[in-house]
């Protein structure tokens, strides 16, 4: 055929949006007569390309049932084609064959030469040759546990003299997957000493790539994969050698972001924020603090002020999937086991972090300290006006102590705080002595709640919802690019749904319409008579948007109405309930600081301080950092409790 490589038909996956364009081009193919010798190991490869469309029944559109049917016996018949010239592949021809195949086909010959068995016919000294001509041929042999399993050795081998191969053991072990790659196996040869010399191997070698050495740091043990402390030091330094390099060349190019603080007087609103060159700038007026400086107001800054949390008293702190772009979402390298945020993230921390700092300063001023608010909050106000036990308890540094000693004395208070809730919705009282029965932490997810099904979650276990959540609310859904609001840009189809009101079906172009007619078949959208699209529904849509946005949505801050419509969603199955003090975002936010048994990028601000293992006592502005964000998540979770208890208290008032 001697065709173009470009101009070959290649089958990815039956998730890929490009099977239309390959379908396209294999219509000719389908429809004329094939040569009865064919003698390009690429045409055969291309041959069964063109039946795995069929085997997985994707077919263009605008094929008929009668040209489905022709094509597809006419794509069975190239099987017993590229049956028979892969059988015939042996030690005389494997290599001419190999060094001739496309890019896009490696995939597919290593398949055939597993599903065929014809590893039976091929010597190890041909695989060995063969990775000597195309080293990244390892990836595909080792997606064949028949391949691994026979050419054992001459792999194991080649894995410990590349340093490379660090990058292989590692996405087996720690990165995500994010594209859904084949599994990778292993020789059996290769030991746990060889992964270690590899990986080790790889920190020091020129071509040791910056993005996985952060994941080497924070791996995890595995029953075969044991990184050294050592080694982990290792891969630490380098990354902090390569960040400065890179900083150090190129700084003055990057995109730079952050925020500002500032609490000025005389100005007419109580909080403001605006972007200049990249700088977030929030302004918070000091008279208003002024005026209003009982210590629970105060408290509550920390919601009307700084907006810890949102009008459903969700934590607005955590790294959410939603606010993630793109790229974030798609682009580099990152461990399955990591927290995962963005830019969005980053400038939120940055935020909260500086006003937990400022604000601690402004209350000085005033003449209080954030811990004493906080402590009478919790141990004065919440008796009285929530119910919670007399005899709560919470102990707060001196003013005078170092910074390692405040973080020292507060970390253990916070996970009393936590026990004496725990217990509290258990019994409803705080038994001090029962209390002490128990010495290790509490899971962030044990904590429970007063509240049944208080959290609603969206249930990404069913195929169909996901997709329905990826037609409304994914930046990527096919539903917002229509004329006349393309150049709006709208992030999402609800957004364009919310925002205009004539959006006509007739304007879509027909490979748009089958998703129309599928949110239409689902009630989310009807299309009447004139073409104009409605939503019958928006109670349903708002549920799922605050869902997506915010990953959760709390049951009882939804008025009645609204209550009763996501009852009906829970008996679909589009949602369901939890409960637990904290929504499974918050659990995520207070575990990626405080421990790792969750996250391997967390910063493991409890073991550090119990265990000893935490920066030197000179590093005061570790330690004050450290402090800080105590005093954050502490001021956090009793947000949390108190939000618990008052939606308990008006439960318990409806029912009397």
Not at 82 to 102: E, H, Q
Not at 422 to 440: A, C, P, R
Request: net charge negative; hydrophobic share 35%.
């Amino acid at each position: 055929m001697n065709k173009p490589d470009r101009d070959r038909v290649v089958f990815h996956s039956i998730h890929d949006m490009s099977s239309g364009h390959y379908l396209s081009k294999a219509e000719s193919l389908l429809n004329s007569e094939l040569a009865e010798d064919i003698e390009d190991i690429n045409d055969i490869l291309e041959l069964y390309n063109i039946s795995l469309f069929f085997d997985n029944a994707i077919h263009l559109k605008s094929w008929s049932h009668a040209h489905i049917a022709k094509y597809k016996a006419k794509a069975n018949t190239f099987k017993d084609i590229v049956r028979k010239f892969i059988t015939n592949i042996d030690d005389g021809n494997f290599l001419p064959y190999f060094t001739s195949i496309s890019y896009n086909y490696y995939g597919s010959f290593w398949e055939l030469i597993n599903n065929y068995q014809q590893f039976k016919k091929i010597s190890s000294s041909q695989i060995e040759r063969a990775l000597e001509e195309v080293p990244h041929q390892i990836r595909n042999l080792l997606s064949h546990k028949n391949l691994v399993n026979k050419y054992n050795l001459v792999i194991c081998e080649y894995l410990k003299s590349n340093p490379q191969s660090a990058e292989l053991l590692l996405s087996i072990y720690e990165v995500e997957d994010i594209f859904n790659k084949d599994q990778l196996y292993l020789p059996s040869s290769l030991t746990i000493q060889d992964k270690e010399n590899i990986i080790s191997s790889y920190i020091e070698s020129e071509h040791c790539n910056t993005n996985y050495l952060p994941i080497i740091q924070n791996a995890k043990k595995h029953s075969d994969l044991r990184i050294s402390d050592k080694t982990k030091l290792a891969a630490k330094r380098k990354y902090q050698e390569n960040i400065k390099e890179f900083f150090d060349n190129g700084s003055n190019s990057l995109f730079k972001y952050g925020v500002a603080i500032s609490y000025p007087e005389n100005t007419p609103k109580v909080k403001h924020a605006r972007i200049e060159q990249g700088i977030v700038h929030y302004e918070y007026s000091l008279d208003y603090i002024k005026e209003n400086c009982g210590p629970y107001i105060l408290y509550r800054n920390f919601k009307t002020l700084f907006e810890y949390m949102d009008e459903q008293n969700i934590m607005t702190l955590p790294s959410k999937e939603s606010q993630l772009g793109v790229f974030e979402r798609t682009l580099g390298i990152r461990s399955k086991n990591q927290y995962v945020f963005g830019v969005a993230f980053n400038q939120s921390e940055m935020a909260s972090m500086a006003q937990m700092y400022t604000y601690s300063n402004v209350l000085k001023d005033i003449g209080y300290s954030l811990e004493d608010i906080l402590k009478t909050v919790l141990i004065n106000v919440f008796p009285e006006l929530h119910g919670l036990p007399s005899n709560v308890n919470l102990t707060i540094p001196t003013a005078s102590a170092s910074a390692l000693e405040k973080v020292r004395t507060i970390a253990p208070e916070f996970e009393s705080i936590l026990k004496q809730y725990k217990l509290f919705v258990e019994n409803k009282q705080i038994d001090f002595e029962l209390l002490q029965m128990s010495s290790g932490p509490t899971a962030m997810k044990d904590i429970p709640s007063l509240n049944f099904n208080k959290y609603i979650y969206i249930n990404k276990e069913d195929k169909d919802v996901e997709f329905l959540i990826y037609l409304l609310f994914s930046d990527q859904t096919p539903l917002t690019y229509v004329e006349p609001f393309k150049y709006k840009q709208y992030r999402n189809f609800v957004d364009l749904l919310v925002n205009e009101e004539e959006i006509s079906f007739s304007n879509y172009g027909k490979y748009q319409h089958e998703h129309l007619n599928y949110l239409n078949d689902k009630n989310y959208i009807s299309i009447d008579e004139t073409n104009w699209i409605h939503v019958p529904n928006w109670n349903r849509v708002l549920i799922l948007r605050d869902i997506f946005e915010n990953e959760v949505a709390s049951f009882y801050h939804y008025p009645t109405d609204i209550q009763e419509e996501v009852m009906d969603m829970v008996k679909e199955g589009i949602v369901f309930f939890r409960s637990s003090l904290f929504a499974e975002s918050e659990q995520k936010y207070f575990n990626y600081y405080l421990n790792k048994s969750e996250f391997t990028n967390g910063l493991d601000l409890r073991n550090s301080y119990l265990h000893g293992t935490q920066a030197n006592p000179s590093e005061t502005d570790l330690h004050e950092n450290s402090y800080l964000l105590y005093l954050k998540i502490l001021t956090l979770a009793i947000l949390k409790i108190e939000d618990d208890l008052v939606i308990y208290n008006k439960r318990k008032t409806r029912l009397e």
